[in-house]
């Protein structure tokens, strides 16, 4: 597939796609240090507990997942908790907060801007550690909240070794949790039922066939059959690295190489969210990694970017309306390889 590079209504086109620009172009230093100021102070205030090497820590609790993954809880030296799976970290309870408000209060916030309303019905695919539902929950006009998750062992794991993941989503009623596949669960549900956004928080699919088929087009257009001419579906897309201040690199392959050509291939419009995370390597305490998710529509208007935030999400740790438009530019690298007519093979 090739990118392709015409007018769109003051936007670019991306592959069929309008791709829109950055919110604050030229300004991404600004953006930058907005976005990692309090990235930073937890660097600061935790470097020195012993990040380097998650699987070097104290172990806590170990079991094995409901399809033989192994699941760990390790504890740094300060004490913070980490969750992992298969020796990879999943979330560390110093910053995982970023990662789930941002994950969620963008896309539910850009909903409400757009749609004139706040959102009331939200599918939730993955998430199990609880953290997803423990944000959207925070949403006073959520009236249903439909979470699938394939692997119930993660979430009774979680709640009892990490329970500040979830706090008390999983006693909300609003919360319907099932355990089982959510494609096979998308395709069981009524051709009319549609909600009003659609998150899916899966892992990366680096060499999985299983995972990959969550980021294939013919996955994004059983989403797309379930929703309305307003919904908005976000997905992680995987992390980014050397992403620096100067905005002069970026390296984001799950983003670049599968979810955008297939996002794109689906959905007419998609924006892109980048945010540090507190992950940071030892020899220099600096963030090692940034995440990213991609947001997509049906059509209509360009994505609101100006909002004022409802109450109950005004005083969060990291997302503020500030950050959601930061989040909005990319280092220079990455909005070449976004614009740009280039074939896929050589993002």
Same mark, same amino acid.
């Given at each position: 597939?090739?990118?392709?590079?015409?007018?769109? /209504?003051?936007?670019?086109?991306?592959?069929?796609?309008?791709?829109?620009? +950055?919110?604050?172009?030229?300004?991404?230093?600004?953006?930058?240090?907005?976005?990692?100021?309090?990235?930073?102070?937890?660097?600061?205030?935790?470097?020195?507990?012993?990040?380097?090497?998650?699987?070097?820590?104290?172990?806590?609790?170990?079991?094995?997942?409901?399809?033989? /993954? #192994?699941?760990?809880?390790?504890?740094?030296?300060?004490?913070?908790?980490?969750?992992?799976?298969?020796?990879?970290?999943?979330?560390?309870?110093?910053?995982? *907060?970023?990662?789930?408000?941002?994950?969620?209060?963008?896309?539910?916030?850009?909903?409400?801007?757009?749609?004139?309303?706040?959102?009331? +019905?939200?599918?939730?695919?993955? +998430?199990?550690?609880?953290?997803?539902?423990?944000?959207?929950?925070?949403?006073?006009?959520?009236?249903?909240?439909?979470?699938?998750?394939?692997?119930?062992?993660?979430?009774?794991?979680?709640?009892?070794?990490?329970?500040?993941?979830?706090?008390?989503?999983?006693?909300?009623?609003?919360? =319907?949790?099932?355990?089982?596949?959510?494609?096979?669960?998308?395709?069981?549900?009524?051709?009319? #039922? $549609?909600?009003?956004?659609?998150?899916?928080?899966?892992?990366?699919?680096?060499? /999985?066939?299983?995972?990959?088929?969550?980021?294939? $087009?013919?996955?994004?257009?059983?989403?797309? +059959?379930?929703? *309305?001419?307003? /919904?908005? !579906?976000?997905? =992680?897309?995987?992390?980014?690295?050397?992403?620096?201040?100067?905005?002069?690199?970026?390296?984001?392959?799950?983003?670049?190489?599968?979810?955008?050509?297939?996002?794109?291939?689906?959905?007419? =419009?998609?924006?892109? !969210?980048?945010?540090?995370?507190? $992950?940071?390597?030892?020899?220099?305490? $600096?963030?090692?990694?940034?995440?990213?998710?991609?947001?997509?529509?049906?059509?209509?208007?360009?994505?609101? *970017?100006?909002?004022?935030?409802?109450?109950?999400?005004?005083?969060?740790?990291?997302?503020?309306?500030?950050? *959601?438009?930061?989040?909005?530019?990319?280092?220079?690298?990455?909005?070449?390889?976004?614009?740009?007519?280039?074939?896929?093979?050589? !993002?």
């Amino acid at each position: 597939m090739a990118f392709c590079r015409r007018a769109c /209504s003051g936007r670019l086109l991306l592959a069929g796609c309008c791709l829109l620009p +950055s919110f604050s172009e030229g300004l991404w230093i600004d953006n930058f240090d907005v976005l990692m100021a309090p990235v930073q102070e937890l660097i600061n205030a935790h470097s020195h507990c012993g990040w380097a090497n998650p699987a070097d820590l104290s172990l806590i609790a170990s079991t094995k997942s409901d399809f033989e /993954s #192994q699941i760990e809880i390790r504890a740094d030296s300060c004490g913070n908790r980490l969750l992992m799976m298969g020796g990879f970290l999943q979330c560390h309870s110093v910053d995982e *907060h970023i990662y789930h408000e941002m994950m969620v209060h963008p896309a539910l916030q850009t909903f409400a801007s757009m749609a004139g309303r706040p959102p009331r +019905s939200v599918f939730l695919g993955g +998430s199990g550690d609880g953290a997803g539902p423990r944000e959207l929950l925070r949403w006073q006009s959520l009236q249903k909240a439909t979470m699938v998750d394939i692997d119930y062992e993660v979430t009774r794991f979680a709640l009892e070794w990490v329970p500040g993941f979830a706090g008390r989503s999983f006693e909300d009623p609003r919360l =319907q949790l099932t355990t089982g596949d959510a494609l096979a669960f998308l395709q069981q549900l009524p051709k009319d #039922q $549609t909600f009003d956004i659609l998150i899916l928080d899966f892992p990366d699919a680096f060499d /999985s066939k299983e995972l990959e088929k969550l980021y294939s $087009t013919e996955f994004y257009e059983l989403c797309r +059959s379930h929703m *309305h001419d307003q /919904s908005i !579906l976000v997905t =992680q897309s995987g992390p980014c690295v050397e992403v620096t201040r100067a905005g002069t690199r970026a390296k984001c392959w799950l983003l670049q190489e599968m979810i955008l050509p297939n996002l794109t291939a689906v959905f007419p =419009q998609v924006e892109v !969210l980048l945010h540090p995370m507190a $992950t940071w390597k030892a020899e220099i305490k $600096t963030p090692s990694e940034w995440s990213s998710f991609s947001l997509a529509r049906l059509g209509g208007d360009a994505f609101a *970017h100006d909002f004022d935030l409802p109450p109950e999400i005004q005083s969060l740790r990291y997302y503020t309306s500030e950050r *959601h438009r930061a989040a909005l530019d990319h280092p220079q690298p990455l909005k070449k390889r976004l614009r740009e007519r280039t074939p896929r093979s050589e !993002l």
